[in-house]
Nanobody, 116 residues
Framework: QLQLVESGGGLVQPGGSLRLSCVASIHPFSFYSLAWYRQAPGKEREVVATISRSGTTNYADSVKGRFTISRENAKKTVYLQMNSLTPEDTAVYLC??????????WGRGTQVTVSS
């Protein structure tokens, strides 16, 4: 059984928006700081955004001002609202613990493709 299940990806035109969701079967969900990552073909996985247990957020410079990470502890879900998408945002998006943490088994991710 997957601990992390991402969804919400798809094909979107440049300038468009998507909202990704990650349902995490981890306990207790509220204890963990979480992150969204992405991996584009031929590139290393990179952290996109993080959210702490208290809701403090941080973003990669490349997405700052365009992406918003949030969490809903009652639903064990972390979200990534992505606006003003560009082709450079095309990647598989995954969620997990924050960098440096023990983390969890990786899910399958959700593909985001930005293209006209």
């Amino acid at each position: 059984q997957l601990q992390l299940v991402e969804s919400g990806g798809g094909l979107v035109q440049p300038g468009g928006s998507l909202r990704l969701s990650c349902v995490a079967s981890i306990h207790p969900f509220s204890f963990y700081s979480l992150a969204w990552y992405r991996q584009a073909p031929g590139k290393e996985r990179e952290v996109v955004a993080t959210i702490s247990r208290s809701g403090t957020t941080n973003y990669a410079d490349s997405v700052k001002g365009r992406f918003t990470i949030s969490r809903e502890n009652a639903k064990k879900t972390v979200y990534l609202q992505m606006n003003s998408l560009t082709p450079e945002d095309t990647a598989v998006y995954l969620c997990n613990g924050i960098p440096g943490s023990t983390g969890f088994a990786w899910g399958r991710g959700t593909q985001v493709t930005v293209s006209s």
